[in-house]
Each structure stands twice: as C-alpha cells, then as structure tokens.
C-alpha cells in the first residue's frame, strides 16, 4: 500500500473508543479516534488504504446518513457498522447503503477478522461479477421454505416474527435458519445478509 493502513473508529461513547483503540493497536493497528461523523467530515483524513469502524446510532449524523455523505463526498472506503441487537434491521439498511459488514455488540473475537478484511478489500478489491453469480448460486440450492426464512432474515426480523409471518414455530424457523448458513457457507448473520444482498436479494424480498 502507498499510505499505512489507519482504522478510523467513530463513536460517540468515550469507553467504546477507547477500548477498540486498545483492541486494535494490540493487534498492531494504526487507529483514529472521532467522536461523531460531523467530527471525521470536519477533520477529512487521508483514507488510502483504510476503513471507518462506525456507531449505527448517534446524535447528529447516524452511521446510515453518514455512509451517505461519505459516498456523495466520492469517499469510496469500507465501513464496518457496529450494532446492539435491536438495531440489527438498521444494520441490513446499512449494509444496503454499502457497509462491507457489521459487527454486533458486545464484541468477540470476529471484530478484528472484520476490520482485516475490510483493509483487505482495500488491496484487492473482489470481483463483484462473479461473486454475485457464486452467490446467486449458493440462494437457488435453497428450498423454497429456506428462502423464505432467507428473506426475513435479510430484512433484519426477529425468528419469532419470520415464524408468525411464514404459520410455524420459531424452533422450525431455527432449524431452517441453520439450513440457509450452512447451504451459504455463511459464518455470521452479517455474512449471510451480506452474501443475499451481493446477489441481488433486496431486504424484505423472498430469496
């Protein structure tokens, strides 16, 4: 890379930044502390080569309006969105806005394996064509029941509410759930939310 790759973290939580500061330069990261998306527009860093790791909620610019003023801006860099559970339909939009993934909180171990792949994508970008196709191919081994639970899962819903709209059990609903992750060879919801929607799946739409 031209420039030394930066994690550019934005949160409004003084503890959160700082404890993924702590997390990523132990993981021998160069890391960027902002306390809101207004601050990192002010500041415009340098982004070659590197990714933004970014609240979904905070005041002001939200991560979702945030992603949207990067992109008017021309500022073409990953984004990692970090999440609570209930945020997790906000995340799919996310995502839909462009978000390379999103983590939710609390944090384990897949959050730095996040971040490296995002600063990955940085150095070789992949090749969307036949990642869609692949993609597209891993959602038609799916039964029919499978996709559904597919398309409830990308539009951020609960199991609960993807079993009252499909008439069975949430149990079943699990059952299917772990079916779809396996047939996608998807590791984490985010993954496989990240994986329909490389393939064209729209959030809310059946597979």
Avoid: W
């Avoid at 996310?94 to 959050?111: C, Y």
């Avoid at 009252?164 to 939310?193: C, F, H, W």
């Amino acid at each position: 890379m031209a420039h030394e790759a930066v994690v550019h973290v934005v949160d409004d939580d003084v503890a959160v930044r700082q404890s993924l500061s702590f997390l990523l330069a132990s993981d021998g990261l160069l890391v960027r502390l902002h306390e809101s998306a207004d601050a990192f527009l002010a500041r415009k860093p340098d982004l070659s080569g590197s990714c933004i790791v970014t609240d979904v909620r905070m005041p002001g610019l939200d991560g979702i309006a945030f992603m949207h003023r990067l992109r008017e801006a021309g500022l073409h860099v990953p984004v990692i969105v970090m999440t609570g559970h209930a945020d997790v339909p906000l995340a799919v939009e996310a995502m839909k806005a462009g978000a390379v993934d999103f983590i939710e909180k609390p944090f384990d171990d897949v959050f730095l394996a996040a971040v490296r792949g995002a600063l990955a994508r940085q150095e070789r970008p992949a090749p969307q064509d036949a990642r869609a196709a692949e993609m597209r191919e891993r959602i038609g081994s799916l039964s029919e029941r499978e996709r559904q639970v597919l398309g409830g899962l990308v539009a951020g819903k609960a199991n609960k509410v993807i079993a009252y709209d499909l008439g069975i059990s949430p149990r079943t609903v699990e059952i299917y759930r772990a079916n779809v992750m396996t047939k996608m060879q998807a590791k984490s919801l985010s993954e496989l939310v990240r994986m329909a929607l490389t393939a064209g799946l729209s959030p809310g739409e059946e597979a």
